[in-house]
């Protein structure tokens, strides 16, 4: 079964940095990409970032470029989001899942990502 948790959320200040983890058991990122979405107070869930091993690309939306960085530990099963210069409109609850197509993990959309974590709680405060 593919179980899929974040952790690493909290409250910062804006321009403050924080690491995102994402657990994931029973896969292989041979065969799985990881993304990272969030979903900002009412407003709809979208992707940020993603990584896919066995292609070798990361992959992140413009508006995080330069201050995002996406990794992977492959020996712990574990993919990073480290964030730094955080701006108050990085507040979401972030989310990682796990899609089956390893070729193009930025097509955030349609019915890739079928797996997902709980949720962690980032808020950039002014």
């Known amino acids: 079964e593919v179980q899929l948790v974040e952790s690493g959320g909290g409250l910062v200040q804006t321009g403050g940095s924080l690491r995102l983890s994402c657990a994931a058991s029973?896969?292989?990122?041979?065969?799985?990409?990881i993304g990272w979405f969030r979903q900002a107070p009412g407003k709809e869930r979208v992707g940020v970032s993603c990584?896919?091993?066995?292609?070798?690309?990361?992959y992140y939306v413009d508006s995080v470029k330069g201050r995002f960085t996406i990794s992977s530990d492959n020996a712990k099963n574990t993919v990073y989001l480290q964030m730094n210069t955080l701006k108050p409109e990085d507040t979401a609850v972030y989310y990682c899942?796990?899609?089956?197509?390893?070729?193009?993990?930025?097509?955030?959309?349609?019915?890739?990502?079928?797996?997902w974590g709980q949720g962690t709680h980032v808020t950039v405060s002014s």
């Open positions: 899942a796990a899609s089956r197509n390893t070729w193009y993990c930025e097509n955030f959309g349609g019915s890739n990502y079928k797996h």
């Open positions: 029973g896969l292989s990122f041979d065969d799985y990409a």
């Open positions: 990584i896919s091993s066995k292609v070798g690309s990361t």
